[in-house]
């Protein structure tokens, strides 16, 4: 038996969690997340906490029973709290703003590079060299804070690029020092 799997997710006050048609909804203060259940794995709701269960022993259920049950608590956090990217823009003249829904950057291309912004993600830049990302959903914050790191990942000679806050970023010596 999965030691994740097995264990309950709690619902604090203010988040609902509803079935139908094998996929699970789950409301709160921060929004609404879907996720449909594999064939295998069952769901008991009960008005404070959701169980995760499997029906059978083969291994590909037994793989999803701890997958579904985290997901299903990364949801609860999300719609409670929310998850929150921060990114770094290092190097002379690069920066990012925000027009409407859509994230512009100059990094140094011969050409603005324009990324939409989803609905359900809030993104924000304080200053020209930070990026903030909010949403309830992990997997798409996530996603687009990759998005983000692949245009221009941090180099190892200057360290010039767009990193996650708090990325180290071992620097390399020039050819110049290098003997």
Known sequence: MSRIGKQPVQLPKGVKASMSNNSLLI????????LSIPSGITLEIASDKVLVKRESEEKGVRSLHGTIRAIIANMVKGVVEGYKKELDIVGTGYK????GATLVLAMGFSHPVELPVSKDLKVTVPNPNRIIIEGADRQKVG?????LHKIYPPEPYKGKGI???????KKKLGKALAK
Request: net charge positive; hydrophobic share 40%; proline share 0%.
């Open 27 to 34: 409301e709160g203060a921060k929004g609404k997340l879907n």
């Open 96 to 99: 990012a703003t925000m027009k």
């Open 143 to 147: 996603q687009f804070a990759a998005v």
């Open 163 to 169: 990193r996650y806050v708090g990325e180290e970023v």
